[in-house]
T-cell receptor
């Protein structure tokens, strides 16, 4: 799987949008971008994934650049409960090697 | 639909003892994964099953570790002769994989192991 690069940490104010960047410059055409988050002492929680189109669900929006070399996860109205480590992962969905490979992620701190 | 269930959630054991963790995946999920996570690190892949077949094992899975999924439903991860370095959170995850198309992987809440 292609590697991803994320800043180690960022913060945002409660109620504001949190924009979490991710670089994946070596992504292959059949690799999807997945985002998970992990709140302290809990298991990773799936947020959203996409291939090349922008995606939105009840939790977040995922913006993928046209060349697919980077993406941004947007939490539109961050709350204190969104404080967590966010992992950006690229993954093939077919075949045996479709497991998730985690990096260190980005720690998002939402301040009151 | 219930999520991935792991038991026990916390285990404290003495060095040299054996421990076993159980994972019940989401119903009808045919893939099951085990990961390990130490403090400050992201989860690390250990092994995964497609139904009852163990298809891949990481080099992290030493010969003291054994995972089984005998009927293609629940899975167990056993650690023999535990060492302090085995202290970690052990995560189980599952997904539905049909005709080679992988689906979203969902994680349980993890089982914390402390070896004293």
């Amino acid at each position: 799987d292609a590697k991803t690069t994320q800043p180690p940490s960022m913060d945002c104010a409660e109620g504001r949008a949190a924009n979490l960047p991710c670089n994946h410059s070596t992504i292959s055409g059949n690799e999807y971008v997945y985002w998970y988050r992990q709140i302290h002492s809990q298991g990773p929680q799936y947020i959203i994934h996409g291939l090349k189109n922008n995606e939105t669900n009840e939790m977040a929006s995922l913006i993928i650049t046209e060349d697919r070399k980077s993406s941004t996860l947007i939490l539109p109205h961050a709350t204190l409960r969104d404080t967590a480590v966010y992992y950006c992962i690229v993954r093939v969905r077919t075949g045996a090697n479709s497991k998730l490979t985690f990096g260190k992620g980005i720690t998002l701190s939402v301040r009151p | 639909d219930t999520g991935v269930s792991q038991n026990p959630r916390h285990k404290i054991t003495k060095r040299g003892q054996n421990v076993t963790f159980r994972c019940d995946p989401i119903s009808e999920h045919n893939r099951l994964y085990w990961y390990r996570q130490t403090l400050g690190q992201g989860p690390e892949f250990l092994t995964y099953f497609q139904n009852e077949a163990q298809l891949e094992k990481s080099r992290l899975l030493s010969d003291r570790f054994s995972a089984e999924r005998p009927k293609g439903s629940f899975s167990t991860l056993e650690i023999q002769r535990t060492e302090q370095g085995d202290s970690a959170m052990y995560l189980c995850a599952s997904s539905f994989n049909f005709d080679g198309s992988g689906n979203t992987i969902y994680f349980g809440e993890g089982s914390w192991l402390t070896v004293v």
